[in-house]
């Protein structure tokens, strides 16, 4: 599935929550049932810096696409990161490189990206794109 | 001496706002307190009515200007009891004040010396004597803490010697409420000619403290913490300690005479406030302490005490809720976990509730590190708190815990 269309189905899904509670609870579950990283790649270089809970990114490159893995203490982080991943997970660098963040302000998570907020995501938006140039690379 | 809550709410337009649709419990006043009107009031009359440059001004608003920079210092001085009015430097805060002193020391201080910081220290209090003594070789011991959140007074007199020149400790820990013994240390110290800085930045805002009592060679403060603006704060230092060390920043204000050749300084307290002061901030400073004063602080501490025990009542009734820092002798802070989750989870859900609280490190990672723990959630009250916002918090709490349980 191309990035827009996923993007889309995330707002289109979004969209049917009533209110904040509805969404954190989405996103909890989604944190909490998501096992996203494998342990051997749980280690402090693979962590995002800027983070009040540890939040680890990693990538590997497999038949063309970039494999993104990721974890974190804090299930809320975990959540927006599986969020993240959905996204960005399974295609081309080009794509990822190349991909805006309009959803993200769509789902109302805009706060969470805020480059002042301590949740590490936005560095981790910028390690995967990061990642993305390095593997386009090859 | 009681004080009359709905009054005093009043006082504080911010406390009428909503966030994300619900009334704003603030509960986050060790990171900074809210302002009340004739604080805010007094710094627009400022620019409205009297702003000018100070000090070397002819002319007559200038005058008024510095006169109420001025008193403004004198209100300080006397609300903490401090003999002369040159004893007080206008800083902008508490970490520059603390620089202030650390440079001071850069060149008096050297490898045969030894410093000791207590281990509950802020950053502020921590980073610039490690600054200094990674320039002059002094040598850093730790005062460290025990299970509850105090300093260890043992490990204090094994490790207080003559070799020690500086002693740091805060009067009270932001991370933790922890109300620390700092007469008796201040009193160890100089039987050992060791001098002792301690920051009250914590403090303040909670009760009053008599300088020349506690006999305490440098002692900080910032206004924002106690109803005032931010980018204010003061530097008590006793006249042989501040004549002793040099100027922190150079320029306009602070000097005597200056020639290519030579400059000589000014005079106390001037010597240490080079370039443009933050005027209004040093006048809403003074306002700021006018208004605790006429509510009373001892009014205050008790309220504020039987907030705290109130509070820590109901989160003990928690399960799986850890209360760090349970010292007999608090202010009213209450740091703590839920087994299993985050800070951070928790604090951004109280947040949708309208509740703000602080979560992380609360710039004291060595404290973190004593617990073992990566961070905290800290809940902070005021004399503007109320029992209902902590049944607010009570029951907000217990919803967002059941959400990521």
Redesign the interface.
């Known amino acids: 599935m191309r990035i827009k269309e996923i993007q889309d189905d995330i707002v289109e899904e979004f969209a049917l929550f009533e209110d904040?509670?509805q969404k954190?609870?989405y996103m909890?579950e989604l944190g909490k049932s998501i096992d996203l990283i494998d342990s051997k790649n749980k280690v402090d270089s693979n962590l995002i810096k800027g983070c009040?809970?540890?939040l680890w990114l990693f990538a590997e490159l497999k038949n063309g696409k970039i494999i993104f893995s990721a974890d974190s203490?804090?299930?809320?982080?975990k959540g927006i990161a599986a969020i993240l991943l959905r996204v960005f997970s399974n295609q081309t660098p080009f794509d990822v490189l190349n991909s805006d963040l309009k959803y993200i302000d769509e789902i109302g998570l805009k706060e969470h990206l805020s480059p002042t907020r301590?949740?590490g995501l936005v560095s981790m938006i910028k390690q995967m794109k990061y990642y993305a140039l390095a593997f386009s690379n090859k | 001496m009681e004080i009359d809550i709905t009054k005093i709410r009043n006082d504080f337009p911010i406390l009428k706002r909503k966030v994300n649709g619900n009334n704003f419990i603030y509960l986050d006043n060790a990171a900074t307190s809210q302002k009340p009107n004739l604080v805010i009031d007094s710094i627009s009359d400022y620019y409205r009515n009297y702003n000018s440059n100070i000090h070397r001004g002819v002319h007559t608003v200038s005058q008024e200007a510095t006169d109420a920079y001025e008193n403004a210092r004198i209100k300080i001085q006397k609300h903490f009891n401090v003999k002369n009015s040159h004893e007080i430097i206008l800083t902008s805060g508490t970490t520059h004040s603390i620089n202030l002193v650390a440079n001071g020391f850069l060149d008096i201080l050297n490898e045969n010396d030894e410093i000791i910081i207590s281990g509950l220290e802020h950053h502020s209090n921590i980073v610039p004597w490690q600054m200094m003594a990674e320039k002059n070789g002094a040598k850093i011991k730790v005062i460290p803490i025990n299970e509850k959140g105090e300093l260890d007074m043992k490990v204090y007199d094994s490790i207080l010697s003559n070799k020690t020149k500086l002693v740091f400790v805060n009067h009270v820990s932001n991370a933790l409420g922890t109300l620390n013994p700092i007469k008796e240390i201040i009193e160890k110290a100089h039987k050992l000619g060791a001098a002792v800085l301690v920051d009250g930045a914590q403090a303040s805002a909670h009760f009053k403290t008599d300088l020349q009592n506690l006999n305490v060679d440098f002692y900080t403060t910032s206004a924002h913490k106690l109803c005032g603006p931010t980018g204010i704060g003061m530097l008590f230092g006793k006249e042989k300690w501040l004549k002793k060390i040099p100027p922190y920043q150079g320029g306009g204000e602070m000097i005597s005479d200056v020639t290519f050749e030579k400059t000589t300084y000014a005079d106390l307290p001037h010597k240490f406030e080079a370039g443009t002061p933050n005027v209004c901030g040093a006048i809403a400073f003074g306002v700021a302490l006018d208004y605790l004063n006429n509510i009373g602080f001892k009014g205050i501490e008790n309220y504020e005490n039987s907030l705290l025990k109130y509070a820590t009542d109901k989160l003990k009734s928690i399960p799986d809720l850890k209360i760090y820092g349970e010292s007999k002798e608090k202010t009213s802070v209450i740091s703590f976990n839920v087994k299993g989750i985050h800070a951070y989870d928790i604090g951004t859900l109280l947040d949708k509730f309208g509740i703000a609280v602080r979560t992380g490190q609360h710039c004291a990672q060595p404290v973190m590190d004593h617990f073992g723990i990566s961070g905290t959630v800290r809940v902070s009250f005021s004399f503007y708190n109320t029992k209902e916002e902590i049944d607010k918090l009570y029951d907000s709490l217990n919803r967002v815990l059941s959400m990521l349980g």
């Open positions: 904040w509670m954190y609870e909890i009040q809970s540890k203490e804090a299930i809320i982080t301590a949740n």
